[in-house]
């Protein structure tokens, strides 16, 4: 009997110690893990961290303005940052594909939704007639509020959708004549010729976008280079001077978007930050949205 006994006993520190082994285990690889996600973490802050930094540089030193934050070449390759690795951009969809842009985004190159109207909302390609009244719906009940984000208006068709994050932005009264498409200024109410010489422009003598000779207006007054190489007929110097007039044009943001991807080796998965910064006239910039994402 006390043969039986002692089997049985143990027998059940076996089982207690496999259990405890067990256990012991799956916490070590749960702190393993936290650590892991604190150092991803981490690494992405850094792409943030290193925009903040580049907004608050001097724009111009000995009176020549340098490259605009906003540039692609800036953020064209990853950075490393001790072990890890980060990259700043933004992931877009085309086709149903992810492709990754360097860079952040000027949300002054959009169309504010402070500036949307049915006219305006209309000249945007892929919005459809059934979008324009969603989203000028959605801006009516947000008054003076931020209007939601346009992933969370169920009523929007998917067409409307994509125009609108490719095209609008919940922030900001203006857009930068620096960073705008051409579907943007034509969208603000400049004319289809002067949006074009502007675009030709900012392009260098080059001729292509997002290369080293890009030029960018310091203002939009007349004697500004960038106006007065434009040549602007008499109807688009006046539609011009108007919207400078009212401020709806701009040649600065005050309002950027990007996500900031950390990364390393055999770490699990990658840390997607997403933020919005605001660089004040006179103050650093700070960040005042952040979303966090985990991609395996």
Known sequence: MSVVVVSWILTLLAVFGLTYSHEAR?????????????????????????????????????????????????????RSCGRGSFAVGEAVLVGGTEIWLPGIVDEAGRLPIALADSISLATLPGMTAAGVKVILRAKAAAARDLMPPVGLLADLDYLSRDCALRYLSRYGNSVNVNSASFDVLFAVGLPQGACRKMLKWRAGPDGAQGTTD???FRSLEANDPGIAGCTFNNEEAAVLAFLRGTGRLSVESRYFSLSSRGWGPGTYGICEVKVIVKKPENGQAKVIELTENWLN
């Not at 930094?53 to 020549?64: I, K, N, T, Y």
């Open 26 to 78: 799956n916490e070590s690889q749960l702190v393993q893990l936290e650590v892991e996600r604190h150092q991803l973490r981490a690494w992405a802050q850094s792409g943030v961290e290193l925009v903040l930094a580049e907004l608050d540089r001097p724009q111009v030193v000995d009176g020549e303005p340098l490259e605009p934050v906003t540039s692609r070449l800036l953020f064209s390759e990853p």
């Open 214 to 216: 890009d030029q960018w």
